[in-house]
């Protein structure tokens, strides 16, 4: 049995649709917090059992007989670290043979603010004695499609990614990578997969790729951190998000983002998803 957490979110819904292709529906364990929220994928045979970070009690039972554990990480930053700490924890009680931690590009090292918490994750995950592999996922090519349409109704991008270079790759990549890892016949516990797009791009370059997408004249223009941030919290986002955001472009800008080790697609056996069949695809729909 093969759970997967957060099944009902964007990565989660996309991980559980590879494991489809390989794994009996019956097989599978969805994951939520809102049990309503996923009557599709029961529709399709997969099993769906409510589970919550914020309810440890609710995760042991969700865990009961599973084998393997695709935990991808809390979308609440800031309060990660005792979610994930109780997602391990049910884990390890209800004896899970392994555990898949969806954590950032070079976790261990990563100038980005938010890898902080996926740091402490892995640390607790050594420390939980459960088997476990880590997928230290890079920038996803859906985090660029709102900004493009920013970028398109205002004229340009803002940032403050300077010239670092950034491989994305597709949420679809990411969840296939997952989803072979979580199938292989080797043995995973103890791996660290680092997982990033075949082809990088600085800012400027996307900016000049998204002028010929649209036929239209777009720009980059590069903030200082606190300018930055204040443009996002100009076009209307919490203040704690826009910093987050502004940080993560400055770690951009040393290279927190790009890998060229090619691990990504070498796991799921193609190249990845181009950022500009993304953004193209976005445009059309």
């Not at 979580?182 to 800012?203: H, P, R, W």
């Amino acid at each position: 049995m093969i759970a997967v957490t957060g099944a009902t979110g964007h990565l989660g819904r996309l991980a559980i649709e590879a494991l489809l292709k390989s794994v009996a529906a019956s097989e599978i364990v969805a994951v939520v917090r809102t049990p309503s929220k996923a009557e599709d994928l029961k529709a399709k045979g997969v099993v769906v059992r409510q589970g919550d970070y914020d309810a440890p009690a609710s995760l042991e039972a969700a865990f009961a007989g599973i084998d393997k554990l695709l935990l991808i990480s809390s979308s609440e930053v800031g309060k990660r670290l005792p979610q994930h700490k109780a997602a391990i924890d049910a884990a390890k009680a209800a004896g899970v043979k392994l555990i898949a931690y969806t954590s950032i590009l070079r976790a261990d090292t990563s100038p980005l603010g938010l890898a902080v918490e996926h740091k402490a994750t892995e640390a607790l995950l050594k420390d939980s004695g459960v088997p476990h592999v880590i997928l230290r996922n890079s920038w996803y090519n859906e985090n660029y499609v709102g900004s493009m349409h920013a970028a398109l109704q205002f004229g340009g991008y803002a940032g403050s990614a300077g010239n670092g270079k950034i491989a994305a790759a597709s949420r679809k990549d990411y969840a296939e990578a997952a989803a072979a890892v979580l199938t292989s016949s080797e043995n995973q516990a103890g791996k660290v997969y680092e997982l990033a797009g075949d082809t990088a791009f600085t800012m400027s370059e996307l900016a000049a790729e998204t002028a010929k997408l649209a036929g239209k004249p777009v720009g980059y223009n590069d903030l200082p951190e606190e300018a930055y941030k204040g443009v996002l919290v100009g076009a209307g986002l919490p203040e704690g998000f826009a910093a987050l955001l502004a940080d993560s472009d400055v770690g951009a800008s040393k290279g927190g983002l790009f890998d060229d080790s090619h691990t990504l697609s070498k796991l799921i056996g193609r190249p990845t998803t181009p950022m500009l069949e993304t953004l193209a695809a976005a445009l059309k729909g």
